[in-house]
């Protein structure tokens, strides 16, 4: 008997439930952020706060710089973890249609992503400003909630690039080997280089929405959608290797 959508979508719920590296990479977004959150705030946030350069919408979510990187990894495993063992020869057993497997598993992924990306943006943009004293902001300073709602968006939109890159690549080390340091060293040095081409990279597009005020051709939300669209075809990539190889 063919399992309906709802079932596949609760047993990939199962899955990621059931397995810890994934889970654990999954908690991790939140973690990671609350913690780096409150050793900058507290150590250095007043006195970050006072230079002339400072920017206290974007600076209030300066850990989501980490926490992507466990978003990133969760995306990866999630979906690396069909290629061990002959688990997707399995999955595709109990889920004959490829179409549907593939797209339960990627709205789990999102969806699981977003949700724990929204609490991690809001949370901690709320908990670090408990250390900011006079210079402390809250949601109704102007890009505030929007930054707080799209730093969410985001760290879903990066761990479904991961994730269709990890359904290309059948390797979540694969893609933690060009991601991580190409979020943390490739896209500063061609920034460096190029300018404003830079802007249309997914992390520093998707980063607009963290700015009260973005400047050049791309506004928060239009560099939310560049995001999208690298996620959109990463995900595509992905569901083509899916439909294509052997499993």
């Not at 466990?70 to 690396?80: E, P, Y």
């Not at 959608?225 to 499993?247: F, S």
Request: charged letters at 10%; hydrophobic letters at 55%; a positive charge.
């Amino acid at each position: 008997m063919t399992m309906s959508p709802t079932a596949v979508l609760h047993s990939e719920w199962i899955k990621i439930r059931s397995m810890r590296s994934i889970s654990g990479s999954l908690a991790a977004v939140f973690v990671a952020t609350l913690a780096i959150t409150v050793l900058t705030f507290a150590t250095i946030g007043r006195a970050e706060a006072g230079n002339a350069g400072a920017e206290p919408v974007f600076d209030a979510f300066y850990a989501l710089n980490f926490g992507q990187i466990a978003a990133i990894s969760f995306g990866a495993t999630a979906l690396s973890s069909e290629f061990l063992n002959g688990a997707l020869r399995i999955s595709l057993c109990a889920v004959p249609r490829r179409g549907l497997f593939y797209l339960s598993k990627m709205t789990v992924v999102g969806g699981l992503a977003l949700g724990v990306g929204l609490i991690t943006s809001f949370t901690a943009f709320l908990v670090g400003q408990l250390f900011m004293g006079d210079f402390a902001i809250g949601l109704g300073h102007p890009g505030a909630l929007r930054a707080a709602f799209g730093g969410g968006v985001y760290l879903a939109l990066m761990a479904l690039f991961a994730a269709g890159l990890a359904a290309l690549f059948r390797s979540a080390v694969a893609v933690l080997s060009l991601l991580i340091p190409f979020i943390l060293i490739v896209s500063f040095v061609i920034g460096d280089i190029v300018g404003g081409v830079s802007r249309y990279l997914p992390d520093r597009a998707g980063q607009l929405v963290l700015h009260q005020n973005p400047d050049g051709s791309l506004g928060p939300w239009t560099g939310l959608t560049v995001t999208a669209a690298w996620a959109a075809a990463a995900l595509l990539a992905g569901w083509w290797a899916i439909r294509k190889r052997d499993a």
